[in-house]
């Protein structure tokens, strides 16, 4: 510390001005009672001030929870009734009676209209906010003070005086003490729920009653000994068989205001085992918000995925979904009711925050997935068609170059040998052209794939043989699902015709009612068990990868029933 430099006063948070007004304001009210206390027994008229002070104290610490606080400072005001009682019985003269004796007169005559009227204040200073928790405020206050004003008003039809002042002064603390509780209290249930809790128990013990009632009825027909033991027990059985029940309803009662509060594990496992390539993450995710609008007891419950804000509807809420400190989405909550969700479910949805967001994550890697799986095949794609090209630019002329050779050699003088050659070459080059025309993507570069399945099955068919195609598409595929289909109609004809030595060969390729597009090829060859071999393996992972399947199947009498099915994702 430098020598310009000075501690600063230590700074001492004195009393808050209202906080002393309200102890000031208790000690005035109970000044009245100290003469009270130096007697043998402690004076009726007495009695009915000694609750008046509590609320004075119940002031002060509302006051220095809450500066301002409007019930507190109405319940300074009332901390100085017993002062303004002990002056008006000052004030009435003396006569015959003690100072004690008219302040027990005065308040006898006029207690139930002095508690009404410090209710009424109460219930002022409570006044009605426009938020859930202060009406609920509200309503306890004005319970509680209608309790009260009925216990004062019942004690004064006992003709002991005493009573009375016990009544007023032990509900005034009680007053107090409630007060206290309302005030510091920040959630209240909603005033049905202890009617809830209140028949509960009341449903069981008349469940109870009845079945005790019933037993010593049929025993004193009976004849029967020890009745009132068999009452008693028949009671006590019936309440605890009926208390499950109860309980069950209570719960169930609950469950449809707030929800069941949590993501049962089989649900969980449902939305993680659909996600399968062909999943659709909006349905997934609909799912998940569906579960989870169930357990927090909301209207509706949507889940977003992307680490961005969403647009928020009005009356909806936002809770962003976390994951290992990455945000993964966003859960968008409307809440049934119009003020918003109730502080338990809050709660709940707090809780089910970290489980959705790994549902979100789950599903997000999902999508990440397919996406880098399409970016695959479409690479591969690629690949496989610069490969072919060069198969067919390259070794295609060096092929036909050695044929035109070796026929020229033929015309000068035929050799079995160059005889053989010769068709070996032709088979090469056959086989050459039909592997470049049946893997090929570019022959579906710029036309329909309907356009491209009738070049492709005129190039397949060898005069032989009759090949029927019968395409009905309601739209045009995505070029992944597009190649599928090529292929497998290529691989599917070819194989018909060489393998199987068919004559006719059907095949159709149609958009099912279930969102697929199904290729079927059928042929009347040979049939008998088939061997997958690298086509047809090719073909059934490549129907895997996009979610489809594919199946071989004899026919009767002969022939081979190849289907496959491809998820339909139409081209943009």
Same mark, same amino acid.
């Given at each position: 510390?430098?020598?310009?430099?000075?501690?600063?006063?230590?700074?001492?948070?004195? !009393?808050?001005?209202?906080? $002393?007004?309200?102890?000031?304001?208790?000690?005035?009210?109970?000044?009245?009672? &100290?003469?009270?206390?130096?007697?043998?027994?402690?004076?009726?008229?007495?009695?009915?001030?000694?609750?008046?002070?509590?609320?004075?104290?119940?002031?002060?610490?509302?006051?220095?929870? /809450?500066?301002?606080?409007? &019930?507190?400072?109405? =319940?300074? !005001?009332?901390?100085?009734?017993?002062?303004?009682?002990?002056?008006?019985?000052?004030?009435?003269?003396?006569?015959?009676?003690?100072?004690?004796? *008219?302040?027990?007169?005065?308040?006898?005559?006029?207690?139930?209209?002095?508690?009404?009227?410090?209710?009424?204040? =109460?219930?002022?200073?409570?006044?009605?906010?426009? #938020?859930?928790?202060? /009406?609920?405020?509200?309503?306890?206050?004005?319970?509680?003070?209608?309790?009260?004003?009925?216990?004062?008003?019942?004690?004064?039809?006992?003709?002991?005086?005493?009573?009375?002042?016990?009544?007023?002064?032990? +509900? %005034?603390?009680?007053?107090?003490?409630?007060?206290? /509780?309302?005030?510091?209290?920040?959630?209240?249930?909603?005033?049905?729920?202890?009617?809830?809790?209140?028949?509960?128990?009341?449903?069981? !013990?008349?469940?109870? $009653?009845? @079945?005790?009632?019933?037993?010593?009825?049929?025993?004193?027909?009976?004849?029967?000994?020890?009745?009132?033991?068999? $009452?008693?027990?028949?009671?006590?059985?019936?309440?605890?068989?009926?208390?499950? $029940?109860?309980?069950?309803?209570?719960?169930?009662?609950?469950?449809? *205001?707030?929800?069941?509060?949590? %993501?049962?594990?089989?649900?969980?496992?449902?939305?993680?085992? #659909?996600? /399968?390539?062909?999943?659709?993450?909006?349905?997934?995710?609909?799912?998940?918000?569906?579960?989870?609008?169930?357990?927090?007891?909301?209207?509706?419950?949507?889940?977003?995925? +992307?680490? #961005?804000?969403?647009?928020?509807?009005?009356?909806?809420?936002?809770?962003?979904?976390?994951?290992?400190?990455?945000?993964?989405?966003?859960?968008?909550?409307?809440?049934?009711? @119009?003020?918003?969700?109730?502080?338990?479910?809050?709660?709940?949805?707090?809780?089910?925050?970290?489980?959705?967001? %790994?549902?979100?994550?789950?599903?997000?890697?999902?999508?990440?997935?397919?996406?880098?799986?399409?970016?695959?095949?479409?690479?591969?794609?690629?690949?496989?068609?610069?490969?072919?090209?060069?198969?067919?630019?390259?070794?295609?002329?060096?092929?036909?170059?050695?044929?035109?050779?070796?026929?020229?050699?033929?015309?000068?003088?035929?050799?079995?040998?160059?005889?053989?050659?010769?068709?070996?070459?032709?088979?090469?080059?056959? #086989?050459?052209?039909?592997?470049?025309?049946?893997?090929?993507?570019?022959?579906?570069?710029?036309?329909?794939?309907?356009e491209a399945l009738e070049h492709l099955v005129a190039t397949l068919t060898d005069g032989r043989s009759t090949v029927v195609l019968d395409v009905g598409l309601g739209s045009e595929p995505c070029p992944e699902t597009a190649v599928a289909v090529y292929r497998s109609v290529a691989e599917g004809v070819t194989n018909a015709l060489r393998h199987g030595r068919a004559e006719r060969v059907q095949v159709v390729v149609r958009s099912a009612a279930s969102g697929e597009v199904v290729v079927e090829i059928v042929d009347d060859g040979d049939g008998g068990p088939v061997v997958?071999?690298?086509?047809?393996?090719? =073909?059934?992972?490549?129907?895997?990868?996009?979610?489809?399947?594919?199946?071989?199947?004899?026919?009767?009498?002969?022939? &081979?029933?190849?289907?496959?099915?491809?998820?339909?994702?139409?081209?943009?």
């Amino acid at each position: 510390m430098t020598s310009m430099e000075q501690a600063a006063p230590p700074q001492h948070a004195g !009393v808050p001005k209202e906080v $002393a007004v309200a102890a000031a304001a208790t000690a005035v009210g109970a000044v009245p009672l &100290i003469p009270a206390f130096t007697l043998d027994s402690v004076p009726t008229g007495a009695l009915y001030l000694m609750g008046w002070p509590t609320l004075g104290i119940v002031a002060a610490v509302l006051l220095d929870r /809450r500066p301002g606080s409007r &019930i507190g400072r109405t =319940l300074v !005001v009332l901390a100085l009734a017993p002062a303004a009682l002990a002056v008006a019985a000052f004030a009435s003269g003396g006569g015959t009676h003690t100072l004690w004796d *008219r302040v027990e007169s005065i308040a006898r005559n006029g207690d139930v209209l002095i508690v009404l009227l410090a209710l009424v204040a =109460l219930s002022w200073a409570v006044g009605m906010a426009p #938020d859930r928790m202060s /009406r609920r405020r509200l309503v306890w206050v004005t319970v509680w003070s209608a309790a009260l004003v009925a216990a004062v008003a019942v004690a004064s039809l006992a003709t002991a005086s005493r009573t009375l002042g016990l009544v007023t002064a032990l +509900g %005034l603390c009680g007053l107090a003490a409630v007060l206290l /509780r309302l005030e510091t209290a920040s959630e209240f249930r909603p005033v049905d729920e202890p009617l809830v809790d209140i028949g509960a128990v009341l449903g069981a !013990v008349l469940v109870g $009653a009845g @079945a005790g009632v019933a037993t010593r009825v049929a025993a004193e027909r009976a004849g029967l000994p020890l009745q009132e033991v068999s $009452a008693g027990f028949a009671a006590v059985l019936a309440t605890a068989l009926a208390w499950p $029940a109860v309980l069950w309803l209570r719960r169930a009662l609950l469950e449809r *205001r707030y929800g069941t509060g949590t %993501l049962p594990p089989d649900a969980v496992a449902a939305i993680t085992h #659909d996600l /399968r390539p062909d999943s659709d993450p909006r349905e997934l995710l609909a799912r998940a918000a569906t579960m989870t609008a169930v357990a927090c007891g909301h209207d509706e419950v949507r889940l977003v995925l +992307g680490p #961005d804000d969403p647009e928020l509807p009005d009356a909806w809420q936002a809770h962003p979904l976390v994951v290992g400190g990455e945000r993964v989405g966003t859960m968008l909550v409307h809440p049934r009711h @119009a003020q918003g969700p109730e502080p338990r479910q809050d709660r709940l949805v707090a809780q089910l925050v970290p489980t959705v967001a %790994l549902m979100t994550r789950a599903v997000q890697l999902a999508v990440t997935a397919d996406q880098s799986r399409r970016d695959i095949d479409r690479e591969r794609e690629a690949e496989r068609s610069r490969i072919l090209g060069d198969l067919h630019d390259g070794l295609g002329p060096a092929l036909a170059g050695m044929s035109m050779r070796v026929q020229a050699e033929l015309r000068r003088g035929p050799t079995p040998l160059l005889t053989t050659i010769a068709g070996e070459l032709a088979d090469a080059r056959e #086989d050459l052209r039909r592997v470049v025309s049946d893997l090929t993507p570019s022959a579906l570069h710029g036309v329909r794939l309907a356009e491209a399945l009738e070049h492709l099955v005129a190039t397949l068919t060898d005069g032989r043989s009759t090949v029927v195609l019968d395409v009905g598409l309601g739209s045009e595929p995505c070029p992944e699902t597009a190649v599928a289909v090529y292929r497998s109609v290529a691989e599917g004809v070819t194989n018909a015709l060489r393998h199987g030595r068919a004559e006719r060969v059907q095949v159709v390729v149609r958009s099912a009612a279930s969102g697929e597009v199904v290729v079927e090829i059928v042929d009347d060859g040979d049939g008998g068990p088939v061997v997958p071999g690298i086509g047809l393996t090719s =073909l059934r992972r490549r129907a895997e990868r996009l979610g489809g399947r594919l199946e071989i199947t004899p026919r009767e009498p002969r022939g &081979i029933r190849l289907h496959v099915s491809l998820p339909v994702e139409t081209a943009a």
